[in-house]
């Protein structure tokens, strides 16, 4: 990605203006320390991209005080900037340092602005569902920090359909603000937001923002068949990470079906497989912007190089055939998706 190709989408039903790959900071004050989190942010603004992603739980903090203070450092870039960072996990011990409470949020969102140095942020997103606090209590807030100028708009992560569908019209039930984005994690070897989350997004125009593009690296080329991970890769320093665990996904022939697609599909353009992994996922319906995982400027580089790659038609479709989650006939599979269609011209 370079300033001259660099394309934007609107954030949702907004009117705010994002480049389609946005900058991720969960590696920031973990596996990048300051001053190369720095040169991340003096790249990615250099290349064009203008939308910074973090959350208060990423290095409990220290990620927003180093994108503040970087901030502080670069007044006239961080003008144009498109903020975004998220409150919901705990940031205490206490009963009320996690959720999405009134209490929690308030506190969550002012040391938020306070790490980052700032008295607006563009997106905030409720990082995850809350089961304890009334959905109606959580959206009054968001809706009162829109009206206080705290933040231009909000958003979720990690929300099921019938979540984000409930919300959506909640809020536009009781006229407040209503959501713009929701950020789950999709690429192509997790595609089980398309049975239900997509379509509510596609339903209330809500912007995808994809986390996780890359499969937590499977689809970067770099693990090979039945060859456990070693090195510096985040495989190689805990091969048993969350989901994307290295004895699971090794053991899946559908992870080398995918890995193999992608690929050969590199190979047809001389690209990196990441880069094609990348722009598949950039071209999924109701995706805004797919957010880049990062910890070195070579990754960096590598991954903005995916904003010019355009796959054909016939790749996009090999590579949707190849990463075909398996489904159960019902409710998602072939036959329970005919019971919810007909034929406009009648027939059994």
């Known amino acids: 990605m370079t300033q001259d190709s660099v ?11 994002v480049s389609t790959h946005a900058l991720g900071t969960m590696t920031f004050g973990a596996e990048a320390d300051e001053a190369t989190s720095h040169a991340l942010l003096d790249a990615y603004v250099a290349a064009g991209g203008n939308f910074i992603d973090t959350a208060d739980v990423y290095s409990a903090g220290v990620s927003e005080e180093i994108i503040g203070r970087w901030l502080a450092a670069h007044p006239t870039e961080a003008n144009q900037l498109v903020l975004a960072t998220k409150g919901r996990f705990p940031m205490g011990e206490g009963p009320n340092d996690l959720g999405t409470s009134r209490r929690h949020l308030r506190a969550a969102l002012d040391a938020s602005l306070h790490r980052l140095g700032v008295e607006h942020i563009d997106l905030y997103q409720l990082h995850a569902w809350d089961a304890i606090t009334p959905l109606d209590e959580t959206l009054r807030f968001l809706d009162d920090a829109v009206t206080a100028g705290k933040i231009g708009y909000y958003g979720f992560s ?5 979540q984000l569908t409930k919300a959506v019209h909640l809020a536009r039930e009781q006229g407040w603000a209503p959501p713009v984005t929701l950020q789950p994690q999709y690429n192509l070897l997790v595609r089980g937001i398309e049975l239900e989350i997509v379509p509510a997004a596609l339903d209330a125009g809500i912007g995808l923002l994809p ?9 970067s080329g770099k693990y090979r068949r039945d060859q456990a991970p070693s090195g510096a890769t985040r495989l190689g320093e805990n ?21 193999d697609a992608v690929s050969a599909v590199a190979d047809e353009h001389g690209v990196t497989p990441a880069q094609v992994a990348l722009a598949w996922v950039a071209a999924q319906p109701a995706v805004t912007s797919v957010i880049l995982g990062v910890r070195t400027l070579e990754q960096l580089r590598d991954n903005l190089a995916a904003a010019t790659l355009t796959l054909t038609a016939e790749q996009l479709d090999r590579l949707t055939a190849a990463s075909a989650p398996e489904i159960e006939d019902y409710p998602y599979g072939a036959p329970g998706t005919r019971q919810r269609h007909r034929n406009l011209a009648g027939g059994r």
């Open 158 to 162: 990690n929300f099921t359909g019938w």
């Open 7 to 17: 394309a934007y989408r609107t954030l949702g039903r907004s009117g705010a203006a």
């Open 211 to 219: 986390w996780s593009p890359l499969g937590g690296g499977w689809l």
């Open 239 to 259: 091969p048993n990470r969350g989901m994307e665990a290295w004895d699971k996904r090794n053991a899946d022939e559908r992870t080398w079906r995918v890995v």
